[in-house]
């Protein structure tokens, strides 16, 4: 929050500079961190303009989630940070449409009540793209910021979707057993805070591990030494330090030697959003399968989605996939993922990924909502639990989410037969209380209900 201040108080300085940047202070913005509500000035800027670019307006390792560097570098990951490439393979899976671009005007409303279009709603937070699929059309799209229908997109935790899914072959494969410990398989977790849970905890945030994520405090041990090793956040001198140098170099080190268990919590009697947790789940993927996360995914999931574009990965500091947050692909792409999701793990006339484990993404037990609700930080979401590294609203309908912070989801409505995906470049890094966030999520939600009565 600091940070997001000082560029502010930074770029109002830049108006008296070169016409090279284009500064527009517009109405107060609403950031949300925690239970507090900060007004902020909303500010435009034209980053990397210039060849090479004037230095008020150069994208970093440092600023790339800062907004508006983000989004330039959202959709550029692969300059800040280091990736690795998940080739598309095979003829392409069409997506005919866009067929109802009337959708735009559709009536929504924010999460304040203000009636507007739909396209008017996500271009007022922070979106960059956004697609709407029905069956297999493609109803409509639309980009802004530059941003377009060929350019990759960074998914954050959306990534963490992803690998609950592929973990999920390796379960119906009898591989990976739920309920054995993470250790039985990584036997470097043996001492850990993993090593008293089940592969279930894990994959339902319910580790109770003494570790906390946090994006706003900077002196905390997820920014000072997790995000670092993960090479996802910016710490001076962190990028030079070489592995004989540190004893946590990347975040496999992290896992096994820095995370112990919470003694005031047991594993299974809460939800506690912990990034490090997907960690563990790829870690299991890439020591039973014998195969690279990135490997594996292409192999048993991408190339089987008649994608159009490649995907790519950012990596950990040792060059290790970053599945808890680094997966980086197109909207359409991801819709295709999201529509073999709603449509019980087929796709393209293949099944790609067991019925039985996305069914299970949405049985929803009692304790899996006990645990939401006695999470304040979401008690003003409209999440009903999270389970299976999917955030889910209505089990019924099954409608359900994957989510990354800064505004990035996959919106899943089996119901309504329906895939939205939008990715953003929101300046609050949650999606607990940003207004950004809930408006698009409630403006989807509405659009699927009128889909659904069409």
Not at 88 to 108: D, M
Request: hydrophobic share 40%; with cysteine; net charge negative.
């Amino acid at each position: 929050m600091q940070e997001m201040l000082f560029l502010v108080s930074n770029l109002r300085g830049c108006i008296k500079m070169k016409s090279a940047i284009t500064i527009i202070v517009t109405t107060l913005h609403l950031l949300t961190i925690g239970s507090a509500v900060v007004a902020v000035e909303q500010v435009e800027l034209d980053v990397m303009q210039g060849f090479p670019p004037a230095r008020e307006t150069q994208a970093t390792m440092k600023n790339y989630r800062e907004h508006p560097f983000n989004q330039w570098t959202f959709r550029n990951a692969g300059a800040p940070l280091n990736v690795v490439m998940i080739p598309r393979e095979g003829k392409i899976r069409e997506l005919p449409g866009p067929t109802q671009p009337g959708l735009a005007n559709h009536s929504v409303s924010d999460v304040a009540g203000k009636t507007m279009g739909f396209q008017a709603l996500f271009g007022a937070n922070h979106t960059d793209g956004v697609v709407v699929v029905q069956g297999d059309e493609l109803l409509y799209e639309h980009y802004f910021h530059q941003f377009n229908a060929h350019a990759q997109h960074l998914w954050f935790s959306m990534s963490k979707s992803l690998t609950s899914t592929a973990l999920g072959l390796l379960v119906a494969q009898g591989k990976v057993d739920l309920s054995a410990s993470p250790a039985a398989y990584i036997p470097e977790l043996k001492g850990s805070g993993f090593e008293r849970v089940t592969v279930q905890n894990v994959l339902d945030m319910a580790s109770s591990v003494d570790f906390h994520e946090t994006y706003t405090n900077l002196d905390s041990d997820f920014a000072i030494h997790y995000a670092p090793a993960l090479n996802l956040g910016w710490l001076r001198g962190a990028a030079d330090v070489q592995p004989e140098d540190t004893p946590i170099y990347g975040v496999h080190d992290f896992l096994a030697n820095f995370i112990k268990p919470d003694p005031k919590r047991e594993p299974g009697d809460n939800f506690d959003y912990n990034s490090s947790n997907a960690d563990v789940l790829g870690w299991i993927i890439a020591r039973v399968s014998g195969q690279s996360f990135q490997d594996f995914v292409q192999q048993n999931i991408w190339s089987k989605l008649g994608a159009e574009h490649d995907a790519y990965i950012a990596v950990d500091r040792a060059y290790m996939p970053a599945v808890t947050g680094g997966m980086n692909s197109t909207t359409r792409d991801a819709a295709r993922f999201g529509m073999m999701i709603r449509d019980r793990g087929k796709y393209n006339g293949e099944q790609i990924i067991p019925q039985a484990w996305v069914d299970a993404n949405v049985v929803i037990t009692d304790k899996l909502r006990a645990n939401m609700r006695a999470n304040i930080k979401y008690s003003d979401e409209p999440w009903s639990a999270y389970h299976n590294m999917w955030w889910v609203l209505d089990e019924t309908n099954g409608e359900y989410c994957a989510v990354g912070i800064h505004g990035q989801v996959i919106y899943i409505n089996r119901k309504a037969d329906t895939v939205m995906v939008w990715f953003s470049s929101q300046p609050g890094a949650s999606a607990a209380r940003d207004p950004n966030f809930q408006s698009k999520l409630k403006a989807a939600r509405l659009l699927a209900a009128h889909l659904t009565e069409q």
